[in-house]
Structures are given as structure tokens and as C-alpha cells.
């Protein structure tokens, strides 16, 4: 069997948090209105091991770890008229957007901050520390992985 992938997936946590999985269990990650996020998504294989990053808040950083459970689910929010995720463009014979359910792992005792990825990597090693980065889905290499995964 294959190692598992790492990724890195951004939630604001007033939309989103680390607690909301926790309560819930799994989700499903939808909402994804980027291409390249959406493309690193399709990459993803069950068993995947993702980091739980809160962004948009003070201080942004990784909070705990889930994992890939499901894989090329419809994202049934590019059809909700009412949703902020609808997409016009998107017909349901021919579906622009998809997601992944996850499942709750853990939370981190501590917030592992964006100044401080920023001083244990540079933007090639981790995408998310490099500046203008926006993207709420970005790969992260294995030897990246460990070392985060020690820290959290």
C-alpha cells in the first residue's frame, strides 16, 4: 500500500473550525470555487492525511489533522440557488465542482502559528508560507509532513 498523501486545507473559523469537525465527525469539504484547489482535491486518495489550517483570524496556523475519506463527491452546493457557492454555470448532468468528506482526527494542543511555519520553511518547502499564497488546498511534500506532524 501506497504512504499517504499530505495536504494543507484552509477554513476560516468563523465559517469552519477545527471544533465544528470535531463535533461533527467528518464533513464534507465543499465550497471550493478555485480550479487549482479543486484539481489538487482530485489528486487526493483515501487515507490522505490533511492538515486543518484556520486562516483569515489571528494568528492563522495548522490546528489539528484529519484524513480523506471519501473521494469525487458532487459538490451540491454549486446548485443551491440560496447557497454562496451556487454556480449558474455548473449544470447537473455536467458538474463543475466536487469535494472529499473527511474525517476528524485530532486537535493540536497549540496552534501552530504562520510566523512560525514561516521560520521552520521557505515557500518551496511549504506553498502556504509563501506571500500572496491564497489557495485553500495546497500539497505538502513527506519530509514537510514529519516534521509538522511532531510539532502538532
Known amino acids: ?28 469539504w465543499d465550497g ?7 484539481n489538487f482535491m482530485r489528486k487526493m486518495i483515501r487515507g490522505d492525511k490533511v492538515f486543518f489550517y484556520h486562516s483569515n483570524c489571528k494568528p492563522p496556523g495548522i490546528v489539528g489533522l484529519m484524513e480523506v475519506i471519501d473521494l469525487n463527491i458532487v459538490d451540491p452546493t454549486q446548485f443551491d440557488k440560496d447557497s454562496k457557492y451556487f454556480d449558474p454555470k455548473s449544470k447537473p448532468e455536467n458538474p463543475r465542482w466536487d ?20 521560520i521552520l520553511f521557505n515557500e518551496e518547502d511549504l ?22 506532524l511532531e510539532k502538532i
Do not use: F
Not at 506553498?127 to 509538522?148: D, F, M, T, Y
Open 127 to 148: 506553498l502556504v508560507v509563501k506571500k500572496g499564497n491564497r489557495l485553500s488546498i495546497v500539497p505538502v511534500q513527506n519530509h514537510v509532513a514529519k516534521i509538522l
Open 99 to 118: 469535494c472529499v468528506k473527511m474525517r476528524y482526527l485530532y486537535k493540536s494542543n497549540k496552534i501552530l502559528s504562520l510566523p512560525e511555519l514561516k
Open 1 to 28: 500500500m501506497n504512504e499517504p498523501n499530505y495536504w494543507l486545507m484552509k477554513s476560516e473559523p468563523d465559517a469552519y473550525s477545527i471544533d465544528n469537525l470535531k463535533n461533527e465527525g467528518v464533513t464534507l
Open 32 to 38: 471550493i470555487r478555485n480550479y487549482q484547489a479543486r
